[in-house]
């Protein structure tokens, strides 16, 4: 149909290529367990690096993934999502292949303890900010009007100048022109960066995103988790917490000891403020995308 002649060119790749790339899949390539499968890095002949998402069982589950991700991403480009570069079929084979990112997630580089110090202000910031670019263009730009649905650090992947690439549209889920609101009894998303609406009540809208962006947002200044993925006796709860500081006006202190006299502290103010717009309880309080872009770019955002 007429939006499938918008499908950039994917190319198909045999097994054998697939296999020649990855040393026949070997475990010294697998980068990681990814939504459907095992992730390998790859080299192609001509030396351009890729990474290739397997798909490991043909279950219903996995092969719903699959075909999301490979009719939604062939159909987005932007600067901010990761670029698929084709896929192989064959067989019982399903593979997708992609740019490779070198500077692995987000969720390593902020939270890993060996290099979560190595970002600095303007990278956090250039961070923030191309998220917000890419979520707003599959809002908005994409003409498709795609809810991700998944945000989390973890599938914000950064390229070689640390530029963040959003992945993972496996649960990603096309609006109508007229649509707005979904309900799903299929809730599918990361505890923690889901919005209550969409955790309690299947409410899916881009408003969904918009909450899991504030959850990123607070984590990438702050450099701390949205909460314990091990229960010690006092889990973090960085939105409550940000929210408290706030309520003080002691917010720049969600910081701890990483600010010194260079730190743009107005702007990460105001970032924080974003941020909290957006984690706000009921959808119809959060900016939509469009005012997030704006108010990042502005000198003053007032709360609500
Ligand atoms: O944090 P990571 O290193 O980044 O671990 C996960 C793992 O695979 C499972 O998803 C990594 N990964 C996924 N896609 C890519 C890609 N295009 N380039 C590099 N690494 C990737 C992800």
Not at 52 to 67: A, C, D, P, T, V
Not at 162 to 191: H, W
Not at 272 to 300: A, F
């Amino acid at each position: 149909d007429k939006q499938d002649k918008k499908l950039k060119q994917v190319y198909f790749y045999s097994i054998e290529s697939i296999a020649m790339a990855t040393n026949n899949f070997a475990a010294a390539n697998k980068l990681g367990e990814g939504g459907f499968g095992p992730v390998y890095k790859g080299t192609l002949p001509g030396g351009q690096e890729i990474a290739i998402k397997r798909l490991s069982r043909n279950s219903g589950q996995g092969l719903r993934e699959f075909k999301n991700e490979i009719l939604l991403i062939a159909k987005l480009q932007h600067t901010n999502l990761v670029r698929l570069l084709g896929c192989c079929i064959e067989g019982q084979e399903k593979i997708l292949v992609y740019e490779y990112m070198p500077n692995k997630s987000l969720d390593f580089s902020l939270f890993d303890p060996s290099t979560r110090e190595f970002l600095n202000w303007t990278q956090r910031m250039n961070i923030i900010d191309g998220i917000a670019q890419g979520i707003l263009y599959l809002h908005k730009y994409s003409r498709l009007k795609v809810v991700h649905r998944d945000l989390k650090a973890s599938n914000i992947l950064l390229d070689h100048g640390l530029n963040p690439k959003i992945s993972d549209f496996g649960m990603a889920k096309i609006f109508g022109v007229q649509e707005s609101e979904a309900n799903t009894n299929r809730i599918v998303g990361t505890y923690g960066y889901m919005s209550p609406e969409y955790a309690i009540k299947g409410i899916v809208s881009m408003k969904t995103d918009v909450f899991s962006f504030g959850v990123l947002l607070l984590e990438i200044v702050s450099g701390k988790k949205n909460y314990s993925s091990y229960r010690l006796e006092r889990p973090l709860n960085l939105i409550g917490y940000a929210w408290e500081l706030w309520m003080e006006g002691r917010v720049l202190e969600l910081m701890d000891s990483r600010l010194d006299n260079s730190s743009p502290k107005d702007e990460i103010r105001r970032c924080i403020n974003v941020g909290l717009l957006c984690v706000q309880d009921h959808p119809e309080d959060r900016p939509s995308m469009t005012d997030v872009v704006y108010m990042l770019t502005k000198d003053t955002v007032k709360l609500s």
